[in-house]
């Protein structure tokens, strides 16, 4: 059974910089597509950003663009999301995903797309 586990939650101030992590362990499988989505009180979860399994490719939420960045780790089945100048309307739980079996460039958005999911990490972004 596969499992994510996310970390870098928090409370930060409007303009600050949070960096969340997720490890995927557990499972057979080596090479996962992984995505970060986010879910606000009121509110459907969201696409946050996505990254294939080469890494070499990835997408944004428009929300979030020029100011997130995801990015594969050293060790395997890890993804980073760096989130610079936080907005108050980021605050959220962050959810990990994670898809195998899908093309190397293949970046998946939608949330349907992933089986496997952690836990969630708050961020709160204070104005």
């Known amino acids: 059974q596969v499992q994510l586990v996310e970390s870098g939650g928090g409370l930060v101030q409007a303009g600050g910089s949070l960096r969340l992590s997720c490890a995927a362990s557990?499972?057979?499988?080596?090479?996962?597509?992984m995505g970060w989505f986010r879910q606000a009180p009121g509110k459907e979860r969201e696409f946050v950003a996505g990254?294939?399994?080469?890494?070499?490719?990835?997408r944004y939420a428009d929300s979030v663009k020029g100011r997130f960045t995801i990015s594969r780790g050293n060790a395997k089945n890890t993804v980073h999301l760096q989130m610079n100048s936080l907005k108050p309307e980021d605050t959220a739980v962050y959810y990990c995903?994670?898809?195998?079996?899908?093309?190397?460039?293949?970046?998946?958005?939608?949330?349907?797309?992933?089986?496997?999911w952690g836990q969630g990490t708050q961020v709160t972004v204070s104005s």
């Open positions: 995903a994670a898809q195998w079996g899908v093309f190397a460039s293949s970046v998946l958005a939608d949330a349907t797309e992933y089986r496997y």
């Open positions: 557990g499972g057979t499988n080596s090479n996962y597509a």
């Open positions: 990254i294939s399994w080469s890494g070499g490719n990835t």
